[in-house]
């Protein structure tokens, strides 16, 4: 996942390349609020590049199908969305028909697509908890892109929906995390830091604030701050899985291999993801 967190990840062995990414995208991702919850079906076939015709959202009075680059829906997920447009085009009542679509979208892994739906709620019922369920699904959309294109369009949107959840509830910290996250690779990347210090200042154990935190540590070759971030994780919460693979990996970095090891072999029995599993198994081996 090249999302803007990843994308400036530089100076990490190679051996261990691709499962920081791993942690990276768990930690970004990992504590959504999307509603409603969607499953991924498997997320090696999501589509990462899609672009979503998002102008239409822009108004009220958008019309327009989604356009994307993205492999194909199956035959059966074109019929359902398809008839669910044809649903749409009679209805009455847009809002339940816009909430079926953004499911469908998000059930296919094309959550751009989705995200457009989801807005097109929050255009419609501008309400806070709206707003805020847009900027999660355009948040969930972008840390999944990794044409740049695609990712400032997507982190665009994201802080245009955030914004107006902060306008109301200056205090929705999750909202203000994703929010701090779009920032990572723009030309004010201390934003990004200065935001979610603001979150913790507010509340200290805000685990997603708490997590990127260690992940831009992690960025930044800064591996002993990462450490300590996760470690704050742990004790808030022990069964963050999250934050034991950001700890393991720190830990390596720093040369502290039998403490790394030792986290590493207890995360082994917790993991069932075969990808995960085989990075894991690929990095106990290295250890010497």
Do not use: C
Request: net charge positive; proline share 5%; no cysteine.
């Amino acid at each position: 996942m090249d999302s803007p967190v990843l994308s400036m990840i530089k100076n990490l062995t190679m051996k261990r390349h691709s499962l920081i990414l791993i942690i990276v995208a768990i930690a970004l991702t990992g504590f959504l609020y999307y509603r409603p919850k969607v499953v991924v079906k498997n997320e090696s076939k999501a589509n990462r590049d899609q672009v979503a015709d998002t102008k239409a959202a822009a108004s009220n009075n958008a019309k327009g199908d989604i356009t994307t680059q993205a492999p194909k829906l199956s035959p059966e997920e074109e019929k359902q969305i398809g008839a669910l447009k044809q649903k749409l085009a009679t209805a009455s009542d847009k809002i339940p028909v816009y909430n079926e679509i953004a499911e469908a979208f998000a059930k296919a892994n094309r959550f751009d697509s989705a995200a457009v739906y989801v807005e097109k709620i929050a255009l419609a019922q501008p309400t806070t908890e709206h707003w805020l369920r847009a900027g999660d699904a355009y948040y969930q959309a972008f840390t999944l892109a990794l044409k740049p294109e695609n990712v400032e369009h997507l982190a665009g949107k994201t802080r245009a929906a955030y914004n107006k959840v902060l306008e109301k509830s200056p205090r929705q910290l999750q909202a203000k995390t994703n929010l701090a996250m779009t920032y990572v690779q723009t030309d004010s990347p201390m934003q990004a830091i200065a935001m979610l210090r603001e979150v913790l200042a507010e509340e200290p154990n805000f685990e997603p604030a708490l997590m990127n935190m260690g992940v831009l540590s992690m960025q930044s070759n800064q591996y002993t701050k990462a450490a300590d971030r996760f470690r704050q994780v742990l004790r808030i919460n022990p069964n963050n899985v999250n934050a034991q693979f950001g700890l393991g990996y720190s830990l390596l970095e720093l040369g502290e291999k039998e403490q790394a090891k030792k986290i590493l072999l207890d995360l082994k029995q917790k993991v069932k993801e075969p990808t995960l599993l085989e990075e894991l198994n690929k990095t106990l081996e290295s250890i010497k």
